[in-house]
């Protein structure tokens, strides 16, 4: 039934925000929701689900042969999948409405050293507010491993689905030794937001992920949920093919929620039933004002309480004091400093050539440039993603 999930009192409110998406495309996050789809959590603590199988992530280190080291980053990213796409129905009961971070905004934390595994490090900043986009740094520095993304969203509206194309993407750096270095990147898969009509909102995931190494592996993931080839939620195929070749070596069959194999000997591939580690953030008391736990303490604890009034009330001052400050910089012809990430035009990836060059700039137009020939074919939105709004998004 319609608006089953919704508390009566919300059902109303709930049909017009459906309304109001469905003639929408854009930035979700500016519109109004009712307070039952709201989260306590802001999008800028979302890039920890990279990690919370530090182990996973720690493993990919401890591989000397290239074909062993890119099965393990195959390994590690699906075992992201259920903590990114299914945690907010594991224990808030359904997707919700994630907090819209404010310019300049960060989340910091780490993951201990245990085990061996060295102890990892997380660096999150709100790089752009309009359109939001959330850039990365993910750090095991005893093992030469770091994460750098940065994601936006465009979402569009359809059969009573939301539709999210994810623009961005990560770039896994591993240290080999002896100066060398293997770069591998990470497109992301487009979700679905469906559920809605009932008012509890469920992600599947659709299209594919291209994973592709600068050591000539790559790996096209495909995704389906139910009713499509397998009938089963969740479901992922990734094929594993070797440098200079489209031949297919290793076959990855199942659910990234559960549990995937591999098609030909039949092991089990992943194994995502055990917990996840959540990162471990220092006490609030002791945080920077936009530290995100902070910033938005008191509209989080309204929200977790369901003091909506509170919660509304807050919100507002962080926007108001947002307006004011984007209005005294462009009186004074500043911008916001930010903190962890510089901003660099983009190729125009067009063949046509570099128009600006800077360091960081030149090494990833190389990077593309040496990896993509091989890859090409199986990465047609690899253009379309380096220009992610006319930027990439480097550690300072
Ligand atoms: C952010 C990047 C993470 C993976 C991820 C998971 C859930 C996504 C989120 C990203 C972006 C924002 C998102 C969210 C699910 C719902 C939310 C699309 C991609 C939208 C803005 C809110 C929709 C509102 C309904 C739930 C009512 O690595």
Not at 35 to 55: D, N, V
Not at 280 to 298: A, I, N
Not at 333 to 351: A, I, S
Not at 376 to 394: D, E
Request: aromatic share 10%; glycine share 10%; hydrophobic share 35%.
């Amino acid at each position: 039934q319609a608006g089953e999930a919704v508390p009566a009192s919300q059902r109303g409110s709930w049909t017009s925000f459906l309304k109001s998406i469905a003639s929408f495309s854009g930035d979700l996050s500016s519109l109004t929701a009712p307070p039952f789809i709201l989260s306590p959590t802001s999008l800028t603590e979302f890039p920890a689900y990279w990690c919370e199988r530090p182990g996973l992530f720690a493993a990919i280190a401890g591989h000397k042969d290239d074909e062993e080291r890119f099965l393990a980053v195959v390994r590690w990213f699906i075992a992201t999948l259920k903590g990114q796409y299914t945690s907010r129905n594991e224990f808030m009961g359904s997707e919700k409405k994630p907090l819209n971070p404010v310019l300049g905004e960060l989340f910091y934390g780490h993951w201990p050293d245990k085990d061996g595994r060295g102890r990892t490090t997380l660096v999150v900043e709100q790089v752009s507010h309009h359109p939001p986009i959330t850039a990365y740094v993910i750090e095991n520095k005893s093992k030469g491993l770091s994460l750098t993304g940065h994601n936006a969203q465009k979402t569009s509206f359809s059969s009573g689905a939301i539709i999210v194309k994810q623009i961005g993407h990560a770039i896994l750096t591993i240290d080999l030794g002896g100066g060398k270095k293997e770069e591998v990147l990470i497109t992301l898969p487009k979700l679905r937001i469906d559920g809605l009509w009932y008012g509890s909102p469920y992600i599947e995931l659709w299209d594919k992920t291209n994973i592709q190494s600068s050591s000539g592996w790559s790996s096209v993931l495909e995704y389906k949920g139910k009713g499509y080839f397998s009938g089963k939620v969740h479901t992922v195929k990734a094929t594993v093919s070797p440098p200079a070749s489209f031949s297919v070596k290793h076959t990855i069959e199942g659910q990234w929620h559960t549990e995937t194999k591999n098609t030909k000997t039949g092991k089990v591939f992943t194994d995502v039933t055990t917990p996840k580690e959540d990162v471990v953030v220092g006490p609030t008391e002791e945080m920077e004002e936009f530290e995100s736990r902070k910033l938005w303490g008191l509209v989080s604890r309204g929200i977790r309480e369901g003091d909506y009034e509170v919660a509304s009330r807050e919100k507002s001052k962080i926007e108001n004091d947002q307006r004011q400050k984007r209005k005294d910089e462009a009186g004074a012809g500043t911008t916001w400093p930010l903190k962890h990430f510089t901003k660099n035009l983009t190729r125009p990836m067009n063949g046509s050539p570099v128009v600006q060059t800077s360091h960081l700039r030149r090494k990833i137009v190389t990077f593309i440039r040496t990896t993509l020939p091989l890859g090409l074919p199986r990465l047609p939105p690899y253009f379309a993603m380096i220009k992610v709004g006319g930027y990439i998004w480097f550690p300072a």
